[in-house]
């Protein structure tokens, strides 16, 4: 029996709020899906942050070179690693021609040779797809011969965008390695975070403050993650999914096989982190560890507001535009609104249904949901008069053109915005950005087009 998922059965989740059965499916393939990321590199991102697992792409160099250390997925695993190593199979003609799969054999055999990680990710590509080379089976022999797991991932580049990578990422999480490790040990209030990739530290604002409520997190997907905490994910009281709405599928297996129940929520700002604490000690259904909580926002958020002082009067009457995806789309603007910024329009297009919502609900009807940011985020900035543009490297030269701040809230930014210190880098970012003649000196026309 082929260990492959069933894409039919990942594009009409039930879970999910673009079910067939609701709306069109998110992840229906559409011309030009990926052209935003391929299903290849979301699966990457869903799995990459393990540090001591090697990720193997079994396809052509430039599939490797082009996903490769994207985002900076931050580690505290003591030993090497491994997502600074890119491993590929380096597929060629002559393989394309007499298969590939003695080619991967060998090239699993000289990592576990050569790094000893605690488990191999095989990625699976358009190419190697195509001709069929059989990951399941050479994984299956290599985790016989060595003894520890060969995780094939079936996410090709052509099957469809980024989201649906994701999902595809965390069906093979699910199939290969949860539930195939018992835990040293078991508390109450064990949970897994799930769509957390510790960019730039994010995941590190806040599980200070879930430590020192009690709250242990069993495993992670898979930010600062370990191998064999996800292996024993199955015995979690709670799934806790932190961004990646396309991991919902996983989540609702998991309720299905191991009865844990899940929640989503986001720890960008003061009131998302507050709510999304408060919301994982109402879970777990202890009135003494939701006393504790509450006891910690209203330490925190006072310290919080002492910090801000001083950045209130830069903030007072701005505006912002934020270009962004994913629960970005609003816990971002959530972020920017703790801090006094007005967000007169948030990017939608990469948003569900139910992420498109809660930015209506932050933003109000004055509020613009961009389903098209390219071609509408210069036109709102002149409209609206907004002061900030928060979006991805590649609208810099938007601002640029338009002379107003900007600032990089997407996976290259280099500083976490995540949980209370992280909304205080945030601030400190912005009002940096905003006091930055930069923008303006480099927005005006040369003397000589006056």
């Not at 990942?10 to 990321?37: F, I």
């Not at 989201?163 to 595809?168: E, K, W």
Request: proline share 4%; with cysteine.
């Amino acid at each position: 029996m082929s260990n492959k998922p069933k894409i039919k059965d990942l594009l009409n989740e039930s879970a999910c709020e673009h079910n067939p059965g609701k709306k069109v499916a998110c992840n229906a393939p559409t011309p030009g899906a990926t052209t935003g990321g391929c299903a290849f590199e979301g699966a990457q991102i869903s799995l990459f942050p393990y540090a001591d697992a090697a990720h193997l792409v079994h396809g052509p160099m430039t599939c490797l070179g082009s996903s490769w250390e994207t985002r900076a997925t931050r580690t505290s695993w003591p030993g090497r690693d491994l997502t600074q190593m890119g491993f590929t199979t380096d597929i060629n003609l002559n393989d394309v021609v007499f298969s590939g799969e003695e080619k991967l054999a060998k090239a699993i055999d000289y990592i576990m040779a050569h790094y000893a990680p605690q488990a191999v990710f095989v990625y699976s590509t358009c190419v190697t797809a195509l001709i069929g080379d059989d990951l399941d089976l050479i994984c299956k022999q290599a985790a016989e011969r060595h003894g520890v797991p060969m995780v094939p991932v079936h996410a090709p580049g052509f099957v469809g965008g980024k989201n649906l990578g994701s999902r595809l990422g965390g069906e093979a999480a699910l199939r290969h390695l949860i539930g195939t490790k018992e835990p040293d040990r078991s508390t109450p209030f064990d949970i897994n975070l799930i769509g957390e990739y510790n960019v730039t530290g994010d995941m590190w604002q806040y599980s200070p403050l879930l430590e020192e409520l009690g709250i242990r997190i069993l495993s992670t997907l898979s930010g600062d993650g370990r191998v064999a905490d996800i292996r024993s994910a199955h015995r979690a009281k709670l799934n806790v999914i932190v961004c990646a709405k396309s991991l919902i599928s996983l989540t609702r297996k998991m309720q299905e096989q191991y009865g844990i129940p899940s929640i989503s929520l986001s720890f960008y700002g003061k009131r998302d982190t507050s709510n999304g604490l408060l919301a994982i000690a109402s879970a777990l259904g202890d009135a003494g560890l939701i006393e504790r909580t509450k006891a910690l926002i209203a330490r925190e958020e006072a310290t919080l507001e002492e910090q801000l002082k001083p950045y209130r009067a830069v903030f007072a009457g701005k505006k912002a535009v934020l270009n962004t995806g994913g629960n970005k789309s609003w816990s971002i603007a959530s972020a920017l609104q703790d801090l006094g910024i007005e967000v007169v329009a948030t990017a939608v297009k990469k948003a569900t249904e139910d992420d498109r919502e809660k930015a209506r609900q932050y933003l109000g009807e004055n509020g613009v949901l961009m389903m098209n940011p390219g071609a509408e985020q210069a036109k709102l900035i002149e409209e609206r008069g907004a002061h900030l543009l928060l979006a991805g490297g590649r609208s810099l030269y938007t601002a640029i053109k338009k002379g107003i701040a900007f600032a990089d809230v997407n996976q290259e930014k280099k500083k976490s915005y995540g949980g209370y210190a992280g909304l205080l880098n945030l601030a400190e970012d912005l009002k940096n950005a905003l006091e930055n003649p930069v923008f303006k000196l480099a927005a005006r026309r040369a003397p000589w087009e006056k």
